[in-house]
Every structure is written in structure tokens, then in C-alpha cells.
């Protein structure tokens, strides 16, 4: 679940007005269960997310990550991993990939410039977070695809950014549908492989 961190003054998160928050703000903040993410210079603070979110990230990295290293087409990162990019001082995305051949953006702490895909599991809590308050910071520092994965339904929205830097309606892939990424064509997934064999029935 995340919340809007709307008091700085707290015992545990002290630092400047909302609208005002900084990397060099972010790095002084208190390495706990907690993750903190600046966009528009607005602390955000989420809790640790469920199971079912973690086991589905481990999904994306051995269903497409892997491949994707394993052949050289792109280097995998998630979370915790700072992405730092205009309006996202920095944000911390579940799944991120950088393709082969831009691995200039990526540094010894974090990522520093627009990746080529960023994908979030949504949790209890947190949809509109993950469907709005990220979605425009995705759109607006210019992320080519951005894929929303939700455990519930079991399906995956895919936006892709259009020639006016928006994102579109999103393609819609159930878990009979075969997900195909611009950035990695040559790796296409069955959405139900995200979800098949999970202990977890419920998140």
C-alpha cells in the first residue's frame, strides 16, 4: 500500500515541504521496510509489497529477463533500484529494462535516464498509484512502454508512447493472450506464464 508522505516533520521522515524533495533529500531518508519515491518533487512512501507481488516480479525477470540478458538484448533491474529521470528524483519500478547498447545510463547507484520499458505489479492499495500518479510521471519523462500487471485480474496493460509523447488506450492481454514487447520483439510470453504455478491464491 502506498501513501502521499503529507507530514515532513515526522520522527521518521524529516526533510522539506511537499513539492520541494530532492535525490540529495532521498538519500537521507531512513533505509527501512519502506519505499520512498520523489516524483515532481513529492515524497511518496509505499509499504513492503505482498508475496504474490514479489513472486510475480521473480516471473518477469526468469520469463523475460533472463532471455533477454542471456542473449544480449538488454540488461534487467527491479525493484529496489533507483531510476532517476526528469520529474523522478528518484523512482523505484518493479521491473526495468534497458536495452542492449544504452548501458551508459546505467549507474553503480541506479539508473540514470529513461529506460526502455518499466512494468509495476499492482498491490492492494496502490492502484491508483501505480495507474495514475506513475503512469503520468512515466508519460511525461518520455518511458517508450509501460506495462501495468494485475494479479487480480490476471492481466497486463501494455501502453506505448504515441508520437504526441502519450500514452494511448493500452493493449489489453488476458492470460490467453501472447504479451510482445517492442523492445524485446523476439521474446513474446503467454500472460497466464506470469501466473501459472503460484502458491499464492489470493494477493
Sequence with gaps: MFT???RTDSPKVVGPPQGHWTYADWETLPADDNRYEIIDGV???????SAFHQWIIKRLVTKIGTQAEEQGLAYIYFAPIGVIMPGCDPIQPDFVVVRAGRESIIHERGIRGVPDLIAEVLSPGNHDYDEEVKKAAYENAGVPEYLIVDPIT?????FLLNNHREYGEPRIYTATDTLALDCLPTLPIRVEELFAGSPHNKT
Excluded at 490476471?154 to 501494455?158: E, G, L, N, S
Aim: charged share 20%.
Design 154 to 158: 490476471r492481466t497486463v496493460r501494455h
Design 43 to 49: 515524497l511518496y512512501r509505499s509499504t513492503s509489497p
Design 4 to 6: 502521499l508522505v503529507m
